[in-house]
C-alpha cells in the first residue's frame, strides 16, 4: 500500500473527521428539512447554475486525496473530488491503473459514479462505475453508510474509514440508483476502485473510413477483437472518419520514437489522427503509434477534444497555426477552457452533448447533425449498455412487442456514443428551440443524452423515458432523501426563462466577453496543474 501503515491510518483518520462533521452537518439540514447542494470545488458542467442565492452548501472540496494503493488487491481508496490526473499519478508507481479513465484530468472520481463516464474503453469495461466495488456516502439524514457494487462486492474486503461508523452496509439498489443519479440520493464520500495492470505503452493504430456507415461499422467491429483494450472514433466529414484502436503493451520497436501529445509543442490528438490518415483511403492502411500510457490517457485534454479550435474561430483574428497553438497553449487545456467557457458566458450559445445511440440509427442521427446543426468533426465511442431501471443513458430500438420484459431482452448490448461539440444558434431563443429540436430526434431514434448538458425535457416526459419515478422515489423515501433535489431539479433548464435571457451587453460584445473568460481562467491558476503534472512523458 502507498506510504507506511502510519501514513495510512492518518489519511484514514483526517477523512473520518471531515466525514463526521459533513454526517452532523447534512443531519442538521434533515431535522430542519432545509434542502442543499453539494459544493466540489469545480465542474465539468456546462449546464448554467440553477441554485438561489438562499441555497444551503455543503462543502466537500477538501475531500481530494487518495487514501492508499494496495498492490496486492489491486485498489484504490480515493475521495470524490480526487481528479483523474492525480489518481493516475498515484496507482502508475505501482504498476497499476483503473480500467475507466476520463479523458479530462479535471474529471473527478465522485463525478465519474454520480454522471456518467463511458471512455474508450468502456466497451471492454463499462461505466466508471461498474469499476468502483465499494462506496462510502452519507445519506439525506446525516448517516454515513457503505454501498457495495453487487457485481464484484464479493471480492471486496471492504472499505475502511477510521472511526466512522458505517457498519451498516446497504443493498444493491442504492449503489445502482446513486450510479448516475447526481447525488440525489446521497453525498458520496469514499470511493474504493478497482485497478488493474499498468503497461509502459499503448499501441496505437489508425483506420481511415471513407463514410459514415463504414465508420460505424468499423468501430462495432473492432470491439469484438479480443486484443483491443481501447477503441474510438472520430468523424472529420462525412467522407473521412478515423477509427483508433489501443492495445497496452510493454515493448515498443527500437527505433520508434514513442508519441506524446502532453507538450505544448506536440500536435493535438484529433490533428495527428487527421493526418495521419489523410492520405489513405481504405481501412487496409494502418498507421501505428506507441503512445506511453498515461499520454495516451489524456491525450484529448490540449484542445479539448477539437473544442479549442473553437476559440479561435471566436477571436478570428488570430490564426489557427502551430505556433500560435504552442504560444497560448497553457489556454488550451480542458481546465482552464471550462473556466473561460462559463467566464464568457459562451456556454450559453455552444453546443456540447454526448449522445448515446444505438448502432442501427447513428448513422441517421449523424445525418440529422450534419444537416441541422454543421457540427464537426463527431467524436464516436462504443459502450456498454446499463439495462434500466438507470439514469445512465441506455438506448431502446423500436418495441417490437407488447411485452417490455421481451423488448429489454432484444436490445443490443452494445451502443455509440456521438459526441457533439460547436457552435449553435447566436440568439437564446433559437439556441434553445435547436437544442430541444436536438432531445426530440434523438429520443424520436431511440438515443438518450447525457447529463451534464444543457436539458430541456418536461418533467412527465424525462419520468416515462427513464422508466417512470416510482422505482426513483422508492429509493429516496427508503434512504432519506426526500428532501434533496431530484435528477429533473438538478439537470432542467427553464426553456422560456433560457430563450428570453440576455447575456451584460458587455460580455455579449465580442472579444470583450472572451478575453474576461480567459481573465477568469487565469484567475484560477489551473494552467500551473498542467504544467506541473507528473503523469507527461519524460523519457525512458
Known amino acids: 500500500m502507498t506510504g507506511g501503515a502510519n501514513t495510512i491510518a492518518a489519511a484514514l483518520e483526517r477523512h473520518a473527521t471531515t466525514v463526521t462533521r459533513l ?39 477538501s475531500l481530494n486525496n487518495v487514501l492508499s494503493v494496495d498492490r496486492q488487491t489491486k485498489t484504490a481508496l480515493v475521495e470524490p473530488n480526487v481528479p483523474m490526473d492525480k489518481l493516475v499519478e498515484a496507482t502508475l508507481p505501482h504498476g497499476l491503473v483503473p480500467p475507466i479513465v476520463m479523458e479530462f484530468p479535471g474529471i473527478t472520481a465522485g463525478g465519474g459514479f454520480a454522471g456518467t463516464a463511458g471512455e474508450s474503453s468502456s466497451f471492454r469495461h463499462g461505466f466508471f462505475d461498474d469499476t468502483v466495488r465499494e462506496v462510502e456516502m452519507v445519506l439525506g439524514n446525516g448517516e454515513v453508510v457503505k454501498v457495495r457494487n453487487p457485481e464484484i462486492a464479493g471480492k471486496s474486503e471492504g472499505v475502511t474509514t477510521g472511526e466512522v461508523q458505517v457498519e451498516n452496509v446497504k443493498g444493491d439498489d ?12 446521497g453525498t458520496t464520500t469514499l470511493l474504493e476502485v478497482q485497478l488493474m495492470e499498468a503497461k509502459k505503452y499503448v499501441k496505437t493504430e489508425y483506420k481511415r473510413a471513407s463514410s459514415v456507415a463504414e465508420a460505424i461499422r468499423m468501430v462495432r467491429e473492432e470491439t469484438q477483437r479480443g486484443d483491443n483494450d481501447y477503441v474510438d472514433g472520430i468523424l472529420f466529414s462525412k467522407d473521412h472518419g478515423v477509427v483508433v484502436t489501443g492495445k497496452l503493451v510493454n515493448e515498443a520497436p527500437a527505433d520508434t520514437k514513442p508519441q506524446t501529445f502532453s507538450g505544448a509543442w506536440d500536435p493535438w490528438f484529433y490533428l495527428h489522427c487527421q493526418e495521419k490518415t489523410l492520405s489513405s483511403q481504405t481501412a487496409t492502411a494502418t498507421a501505428t503509434d506507441y503512445v506511453p500510457l498515461a499520454e495516451y490517457l489524456f491525450r484529448y ?39 473561460a467557457l462559463h467566464g464568457s458566458g459562451e456556454s450559453a450559445r455552444f453546443v456540447v452533448q454526448d449522445i448515446a445511440m444505438p448502432f442501427e440509427t447513428s448513422e441517421e442521427f449523424i445525418d440529422y447533425t450534419s444537416s441541422s446543426l454543421g457540427i464537426w468533426p463527431l467524436w464516436l465511442c462504443p459502450l456498454k449498455r446499463r439495462a434500466p431501471p438507470t439514469f445512465h443513458p441506455h438506448t431502446t430500438r423500436p418495441p417490437g412487442t407488447t411485452d417490455p420484459a421481451a423488448d ?28 430541444i429540436e436536438l432531445e426530440n430526434k434523438v429520443h424520436e431514434l431511440g438515443g438518450m443524452k447525457w447529463f451534464y448538458a444543457h436539458t430541456y425535457y418536461e418533467q412527465e416526459k424525462f419520468w416515462k423515458m427513464y422508466g417512470g419515478r416510482e422505482w426513483y422515489d422508492a429509493l429516496r423515501k427508503k434512504y432519506n432523501a426526500e428532501t434533496l433535489p431530484t435528477v429533473w431539479d438538478k439537470i432542467h433548464v427553464d426553456a422560456d426563462k433560457a430563450g428570453k435571457k440576455q447575456r451584460h451587453w458587455l460580455l455579449a460584445k465580442k472579444p470583450i466577453g472572451g478575453f474576461y473568460g480567459i481573465w477568469k481562467s487565469i484567475q484560477s491558476k489551473d494552467y500551473f496543474l498542467h504544467r506541473k503534472a507528473e503523469w507527461k512523458w519524460k523519457g525512458e
Open 408 to 435: 429489454e431482452k432484444a436490445q443490443d448490448d452494445m451502443m455509440l456514443n456521438i459526441g457533439v461539440w460547436g457552435w449553435g444558434p447566436d440568439k437564446p431563443a433559437e439556441f434553445v428551440a435547436k437544442n
Open 301 to 339: 485534454d490540449r484542445g479539448g477534444f477539437w473544442v479549442g479550435a473553437a476559440a479561435f474561430q471566436y477571436f478570428s483574428w488570430v490564426p489557427f497555426t502551430r505556433l500560435t497553438r504552442w504560444f497560448l497553449d497553457d489556454f488550451l487545456h480542458t481546465r482552464m477552457m471550462y473556466r
Open 23 to 61: 454526517s452532523s452537518q447534512i443531519s442538521s439540514f434533515y431535522a430542519s428539512r432545509l434542502p442543499y447542494r453539494i459544493f466540489h470545488g469545480s465542474t465539468n458542467s456546462t449546464r448554467p447554475p440553477t441554485q438561489k442565492g438562499n441555497t444551503k452548501f455543503v462543502d466537500i472540496s
Open 174 to 185: 442504492l449503489f445502482r440508483g446513486a450510479a448516475g443519479a447526481v447525488g440525489t440520493l
